[in-house]
């Protein structure tokens, strides 16, 4: 009899220890996880955080890593090798989104992350961040709060970034549009163009 209880507890603990287990191990892979990758350059997700990770010779290292915010939804994770007068460059980028809601206000916010790294130095070229709001606000027309509308508009701020196939890139807003081309005897990208965005027709 006692050994029929011992052999009882003794496959309770086991069966205790074992799920323990394994929800640790469920916890870990949610926290971190690979977003991206090419060559050997490794994107991934270390709780609100993009690491950025180079391997070389059989060693990981961190390149740079990113704050996210914890409410935002992370995609679009890429990392896309070209060369810039025949110099190797990554072009790293990925999108933040989130929803910030009121009673009266709701914000649909995203970011796009840009960057452009020489790995073998392990030097940023660039590094672009872009941000679209769009609002929808409930305004009030009198003092009272009888009568009110909706509203709606677009925040904008930063560049909007593109690189072209040239290996120069675009930095462009509703004021100017600047082109970047690389400089091998500096080591940096240097402003080649800039012009007056076009105006839209209404």
Known sequence: MK??????????????????????????KTETGVLAKTDNLTAEKVKNEVHVYVTADGKKELLFSKPVDAKNTLSEVKITGFKAKETPMYYISWTE???TKTDLKTEDATVIVSEIWDVATKT????????????VEKVFLDKLKNASE????????????TLLPTGDFILKDKKSETKYTYNPTDKKFVAATAAAAPKKKK
């Open 150 to 161: 909706t509203q709606e508009r677009m925040r904008r701020e930063g560049f909007e970034f």
């Open 3 to 28: 050994k029929t209880v011992l052999l009882i507890a003794l496959t309770l603990f086991t069966i205790t220890g074992f799920s323990q287990k394994k929800k640790s191990t469920a916890k870990t």
């Open 97 to 99: 989104k989130g929803t």
């Open 124 to 135: 940023q070229m660039i590094g672009n961040v872009q941000s679209t709001t769009h609002i």
